[in-house]
T-cell receptor, first 115, second 109 residues
Framework: DAGITQSPRHKVTETGTPVTLRCHQT?????MYWYRQDPGHGLRLIHY???????DKGEVSDGYSVSRSKTEDFLLTLESATSSQTSVYFC??????????????FGAGSRLTVL | GQNIDQPTEMTATEGAIVQINCTYQ??????LFWYQQHAGEAPTFLSY??LDGLEEKGRFSSFLSRSKGYSYLLLKELQMKDSASYLC??????????WGAGTKLIIKP
């Protein structure tokens, strides 16, 4: 198995509280991604990283921030959680990020419920 | 806008063949991916097509027609473990992946 782990796997929190999800990889892959998955929608990219301290926004980045201080860790932070951020969050990694068959390997997911 | 269309749900019988279609309208094209996702689990890579034609991998095959903006995933000799969602994703001209909402495949004995 590709070494990619997410924590926590499940979290229930209240509206307005900060939440941080962690993604850790042991594959030394350059690219890391945070997606959210909601019923009736395809996976939607929140933010991605193409190296240490190099990050960029995805299509649904509002309300989220990320940090990557080490190759192996990519953190997703919800500064003030809202009910619309209730979702399953997936971290993914890939060796490359440009055109071509850069296959994504996904973590097991983090289920977040905001009450 | 960019759009990927797949049927929401399909049902098939164990041992049979099923074809899951995917049509896309994107800003450019840099490849099409199929992923499998069992309920409550992470998506896992199945296939990649960038040129027109059929790619075969065991019981699974994937077809691409770039001129028609169309792909299908063909699953043969269906097994109960093939019950899952199948996600189609297209890489656009900016190398961003655009995902379909997925097709839930139900296999009946």
């Amino acid at each position: 198995d590709a070494g990619i782990t997410q924590s926590p796997r499940h979290k229930v929190t209240e509206t307005g509280t900060p939440v941080t999800l962690r993604c850790h990889q042991t594959e030394n892959h350059r690219y890391m991604y945070w997606y959210r998955q909601d019923p009736g929608h395809g996976l939607r990219l929140i933010h991605y990283s193409y190296g240490v301290k190099d990050t960029d926004k995805g299509e649904v980045s509002d309300g989220y921030s990320v940090s990557r201080s080490k190759t192996e860790d990519f953190l997703l932070t919800l500064e003030s959680a809202t009910s619309s951020q209730t979702s399953v969050y997936f971290c993914a990694i890939s060796e490359g990020g440009g055109s071509g068959a850069n296959v994504l390997t996904f973590g097991a997911g983090s289920r977040l419920t905001v009450l | 806008g960019q759009n990927i269309d797949q049927p929401t749900e399909m049902t098939a019988t164990e041992g049979a063949i099923v074809q899951i279609n995917c049509t896309y309208q994107t800003s450019g094209f840099n490849g099409l991916f199929w992923y499998q996702q069992h309920a409550g689990e992470a998506p896992t890579f199945l296939s990649y097509n960038v040129l027109d034609g059929l790619e075969e991998k065991g019981r699974f095959s994937s077809f691409l027609s770039r001129s028609k903006g169309y792909s299908y995933l063909l699953l043969k000799e269906l097994q109960m473990k093939d019950s899952a969602s199948y996600l189609c994703a297209v890489k656009d001209s900016n190398s961003q992946l655009i995902w379909g909402a997925g097709t839930k495949l139900i296999i009946k004995p």
